[in-house]
């Protein structure tokens, strides 16, 4: 198995939909790990050009009760791939997504709402 270390920063929550129960926020996702296969004599780390991923085993994150979501791609996609002598790898990428909140409105307007962010990884 491979220790996957996450990071997850809220940039903004954009909307907030009483009449959809969901909301929309914009995250940066920060992903860790290290592949011996990556190893390279130096002391310095690589920083790749984001379409590279392709060629790169990533974790299979997904946001659990998303509706829908799309990764930032102005005037690039906004991925960061950065790889350290020892193989260890930083991926990080801008999110923005809608995800589903049930609401109990019965006491509005003096409701209180709790809506969660989670993030999970199929295992294979």
């Not at 392709?54 to 791939?81: A, C, G, Q, Y």
């Not at 049930?102 to 509005?108: A, E, F, G, N, P």
């Amino acid at each position: 198995p491979v220790s996957v270390g996450m990071s997850m920063d809220i940039a903004s929550i954009d909307t907030i939909s009483e009449i959809n129960m969901d909301y929309t926020a914009t995250i940066f996702l920060r992903q860790r790990w290290t592949d011996e296969r990556l190893c390279f004599d130096g002391n310095k780390s690589l920083s790749l050009d984001g379409r590279l991923v392709e060629m790169l085993w990533v974790p299979d994150t997904f946001i659990v009760d998303s509706k829908k979501s799309f990764l930032h791609d102005v005037t690039v996609e906004n991925r960061l791939i950065r790889i350290y002598p020892n193989g260890t790898v930083l991926y990080a990428i801008r999110i923005t997504t809608t995800v589903s909140c049930s609401m109990d409105l019965t006491k509005y307007p003096m409701d209180k709402q709790t809506c969660t962010l989670q993030l999970e990884s199929c295992k294979s």
